[in-house]
């Protein structure tokens, strides 16, 4: 193919502005590069997981019960709509191993007889499954094995219904029902402390008093089944014999956290790209229309030699797409790269047996499609103007560019300025659309790092107010079985205890006219002082006694209001119900609940019941509490809160930690990007003006501080309103990522905000450095005795 | 006795090297004196406006001596260039390189806000007749008007030396003729050395001695016995 002189001309426009096109590829290429990131990752994910519930039989709905003989299965199977099912054994212990200094949380689960289960079904990683009649052996899950150093062979010791034994270690091994490990009553993995043993149905159903019966059944369903028939059906069959309620996806712990991992992802692919695409496009129309303008007589030269408009056009909008191709070029193979880094890091909190990141072409063809349309968003008027100037019009000199004086109060205040601040404001006074959209670019890259900083600053507060204020227990005890409140006399007594207060926190299934939901109701007392509701304000609400305090997400699933009545059905124990009306809606922080005071609840369900106990502790005596309560059967679960608020810290960090840093260079692209280009476009128009200054004796610093002023002055608008849409952003952002369990309050940070000054500043200052080398190098002569 | 304000010795510029370098001035031996009005004339090429430029302070000699007073331009720091032209060259452009976004009264200010004893802005521009358009910007002016404020803002710092490059290439007859008033009436009453550069041999009757270049080198220096006043030529 032979270039014609227009191409060549393209690609020399292109080389001599070749730092301009750059910043224009970079900022472009990091919108891209998200889009490719996110957009692929939700992707992966999404694959990775139906695979692995298709593949794996992940469980549809799970239906908790106190006990039923085998036998019940068979009429359980004849539900309509159910494909397989599987009936279990399943129960709560604390387990320990050698090494081990604190007691940890297992839940049991056990293994059908010589066969695989046909819901929610196994990958062994390592080792071999359990001997079908072998006794203390058992599979572990990946997560609990990886964070404890636990491998085959080694021994566990554990205690289930007050009977220790010593259980070998056989094999590791995952499930799509436990892709996240979430000990019951939390709301965040904590590998190290929470793991799953499988066991052979035998050896669990005897350890379990579960002989020739099952407590817990998973069904997958036809594809045709309707879930909520299904779930009734079920809940009919299961009620006489103690049945909980079938939960299904949506309200299976695990399933929720990567639904709602996916959800943000793709706000982040929704969200940043379109911002960085913004900058990118402004750009774009900036260089190109100065490239235009100072074009204008070659553009004369061409029509006059006979070439048609839209050649001329063309010949414009050939460079955006040359830019926009290397934009999209470079996002793709960094967000591929980020892609990577983001499965791996997945890899460590989510056991999917295949997570690759892997985005399809129709991701890589919508990056080229997004950059095209950049593209020609960004060249559209520059290419409108040389198509339409006539060409005797174009040969002409310009006129020159009229200036005004500004409004008398303006003025009055120049007059105390020296000349070179007027030349600066009367510049950005002439010139408002530029101006205005380099402090919008500007702007955004401040707001974006404002965003990412405001990110790691509200999971920080989340935690330390979660832990704080709200929960401010040391040890959280959960009893195997609900028990009287006398036993906390007995928890008093043990070692190191300081304060004892009462957990009551019975599962109960919430009524409302519309719908119904199993959920949690704490009982809280009003002068509880380590577990307390906290608002999203940090408020500290008081448990209502003429009713329920309901969290907004629940409220908002049940659709009640204040005044609306709910009825209360508890799902064990005695299993009575009481209608109640919603006295109060919060905006909770963390966990979406139901509150009531205690005494009012254990009245209401006529049963005074504890299901565990918050302890504060003298630290001297940790070490005795936790080699203690390792041997009391009657606990399931002990859970120290500095160990969870260390996991929780890491789980956040894991996640805020790559972003804020990707969030962090995108943001200096963009705003070196933006402030190269002001620059240079101040330069090149100004050019004759400085050159002047020059000849006059000006000294290259005065000079260039025309040209820092001009940019200074932007930059010096944008900080606030940056400040005000990072503001802004971190607010709609946060209200995104906010899921049922968590919400992320807006806080001000002022550190945040200053930092994100700072790295804007800074990248500005750098451009500005750069361009700067060029007013040094002004050639005086050439530039004085061009026309202008 | 008149002192000298330049002196250069075999002065000599060239741009580039090897086959292609071009010669632009090639052994310049010229003495200019305090006061005087010297024109430069020859044709395009010749080496009028490097020597200008380098006279100015805006361009270097390759080899050879030029020296304004005891500075020697040739070696002297880029700090004490700059310094040199802020206190002692007024410069005034074919194309008046005024600053768009000041006005006449401000782009004069820019130099008497740097110079050392300028005289008042007000005066400078009556020099140049253009006290009722102080407040105008450029793009309100004439052409001639536009030039006459280069060289008011030339001028207002009161500089010792005045280099014009085809000040009145980019005007009609009359308008030139308005600015050259102007040249002269500076170079009359303040006494400034000034350097005028043209392509016009009649503007030449203006100067007291005229430089014809040719090649890179002085061809001849001729000297008027009188000069003649601006509203008197023609062209």
């Not at chain 1, 910043?23 to 990091?30: D, K, N, P, S």
């Not at chain 1, 107010?465 to 043990?494: I, W």
């Not at chain 1, 577990?531 to 940090?538: G, N």
């Not at chain 2, 050395?193 to 890179?216: C, Y």
């Amino acid at each position: 193919m032979k270039l014609t002189p227009l191409d060549r001309k393209s690609s020399r426009d292109l080389w001599r502005l070749k730092l301009q096109a750059l910043a224009v590829a970079l900022v472009l290429g990091c919108g891209i590069a998200i889009f490719v990131m996110a957009t692929g990752m939700y992707d992966s994910l999404e694959r990775a997981r139906d695979a692995y519930y298709t593949r794996y039989r992940m469980a549809d709905l799970e239906a908790a019960l106190v006990r039923a003989p085998l036998a019940v299965g068979a009429d359980l199977a004849t539900i309509p709509g159910i494909a397989a099912l599987e009936l279990r054994s399943t129960g709560l212990g604390i387990a320990s191993f050698a090494g081990s200094l604190e007691p940890l949380s297992v839940r049991i689960v056990s293994l059908p007889h010589d066969r695989a289960p046909r819901v929610d079904g196994l990958v062994l990683l390592r080792g071999r499954w359990p001997a079908t009649d072998g006794r203390d052996e058992a599979l572990i899950n990946e997560a609990f094995a990886e964070a404890n150093d636990l491998i085959p062979g080694k021994t566990l010791t554990v205690i289930v219904k007050g009977r220790r034994r010593t259980l070998r270690i056989v094999g590791i091994a995952s499930s799509p029902e436990f892709v996240f490990a979430i000990a019951p009553g939390e709301l965040l993995p904590e590998p190290e402390r929470f793991g799953v043993l499988w066991l052979p149905n035998a050896d669990a159903s005897s350890w379990l008093d579960l002989d020739g019966a099952f407590n817990d059944v998973v069904v997958t369903l036809a594809p045709s089944a309707n879930t909520d028939h299904v779930r009734t059906m079920l809940d009919r069959r299961l009620e006489r014999l103690g049945g909980r309620g079938a939960i299904g996806r949506d309200r299976m712990l695990s399933a929720r956290y990567l639904n709602d991992e996916l959800g943000q992802l793709r706000t982040l692919a929704r969200i940043l790209p379109p911002v960085f695409l913004s900058v990118a496009v402004f750009l774009l129309n900036v260089t190109l229309t100065r490239l235009v303008v100072t074009e204008r007589a070659n553009i004369g030269l061409l029509k006059a030699f006979g070439y048609a408009d839209r050649t001329v056009g063309w010949h414009y909008a050939q460079f955006a797409l040359a830019l926009c191709t290397l934009g999209a070029i470079l996002g793709s193979v960094l967000g591929r790269f980020a892609g990577d880094y983001v499965a791996s890091v997945y890899r460590a909190v989510y056991r999917l047996p295949v997570l690759e990141y892997a985005a399809g072409p129709e991701v890589y063809g919508g990056a080229l499609a997004v950059s095209i349309v950049a593209a020609l968003l960004g060249a559209s008027s520059a290419v409108r103007n040389a198509v339409r100037v006539a060409p005797a019009i174009a040969l002409a000199p310009p006129a020159p560019t009229t200036f005004g004086r500004l409004a008398a109060s303006i003025e009055r205040f120049g007059r105390a300025l020296d000349p070179r601040a007027r030349m600066v404001i009367r510049r950005i006074v002439r010139y408002p659309r530029r101006a205005t959209t380099s402090v919008i670019g500007l702007g955004l890259a401040l707001a974006l790092l404002v965003m990412s900083g405001h990110f790691s600053a509200a999971a920080k507060d989340l935690i330390e107010t979660n832990f704080g204020v709200a929960q401010r227990m040391d040890v959280t005890l959960t009893f195997a079985a609900r028990q009287h409140p006398r036993v906390l006399h007995e928890v008093a007594r043990l070692p190191g205890v300081l304060t004892v207060e009462p957990r009551t926190s019975p599962e109960v299934v919430l009524e409302s006219t519309r719908h119904t939901r199993r959920d949690v109701v704490f009982g809280i007392e009003p002068d509880a002082q380590l577990d307390r509701i906290i608002d999203i304000d940090r408020h500290v609400v008081a448990p209502r006694t003429d009713g329920l305090i309901l969290a907004s997400g629940l409220a908002a699933k049940l659709e009640v209001d204040v005044g609306d009545r709910v009825r209360l059905r508890a799902t064990d124990g005695r299993r009575s119900s009481a209608e109640l009306p919603v006295a109060q809606v919060i905006r909770s922080f963390v966990g979406a609940a139901a509150y009531f005071d205690r005494e009012r609840l254990v009245d209401a369900l006529r049963e005074n019941r504890i299901d565990g106990a918050l302890l504060r502790i003298d630290p001297m005596h940790r070490r005795d509490l936790a080699l203690r309560l390792k041997e009391i059967p009657a606990i399931a679960g002990v859970a120290f809160a500095d160990r969870t608020e260390r996991s929780l810290r890491k789980l956040f960090e894991q996640g805020a930690g790559f972003f804020s840093s990707v969030f962090l260079t995108f943001s200096m692209v963009m705003a070196g990007g933006v402030a190269y280009s002001a620059a240079r476009v101040t330069f090149a128009e100004q050019q004759r003006d400085l050159a002047t200054l020059r000849v006059l004796g000006f000294a290259r610093s005065h000079v260039s501080g025309v040209l820092l002023g001009e940019v200074g002055a932007l930059l010096f608008a944008a900080l606030p309103v940056g400040l005000c849409l990072g503001a802004l952003l971190s607010q709609w952002m946060m209200s995104r990522f906010e899921t049922e369990l968590f919400s992320f309050p807006y806080l001000f940070d002022s550190g945040a905000y200053g930092r994100a000054a700072t790295v804007v500043i800074a990248a500005a200052a750098v451009a500005l450095v750069w361009v700067r080398r060029d007013v040094d190098r002004l050639n005086l002569v050439a530039v004085l005795k061009s026309r202008e | 006795m008149r002192h000298s304000v330049f002196i250069t010795r075999d002065l000599r510029r060239t741009y580039g090297d090897g086959p292609t370098a071009v010669h632009a001035l090639r052994g310049i031996e010229l003495v200019v004196d305090e006061g005087e009005l010297l024109v430069l004339v020859g044709p395009s090429g010749s080496g009028k406006s490097t020597l200008l430029n380098i006279l100015g302070g805006l361009d270097r000699p390759t080899s050879g001596t030029v020296h304004f007073r005891d500075l020697d331009l040739g070696r002297a720091p880029e700090r004490a260039v700059t310094e040199y032209r802020r206190r002692h060259i007024g410069f005034v452009f074919q194309f008046y390189n005024l600053i768009a976004s000041l006005t006449a009264r401000e782009n004069v200010e820019l130099v008497t806000d740097i110079a050392d004893e300028p005289m008042s802005v007000d005066d400078a521009l009556a020099l140049v007749g253009l006290s009722d358009r102080a407040d105008h910007f450029p793009a309100q002016l004439s052409g001639g008007e536009q030039q006459r404020v280069a060289i008011a803002r030339a001028i207002a710092k009161r500089p010792a030396v005045l280099l014009c490059d085809e000040p009145t290439g980019a005007l009609d007859v009359a308008t030139g003729i308005r600015v050259l008033e102007s040249i002269l009436h500076i170079n009359e009453t303040v006494g400034t050395t000034t350097l005028l550069i043209t392509h016009n041999t009649d503007i030449a009757r203006l100067g007291d001695r005229v430089v014809h270049f040719g090649d890179g080198t002085i061809r001849r220096i001729d000297v008027n016995a009188t000069r003649v006043a601006a509203q008197d030529l023609h062209w």
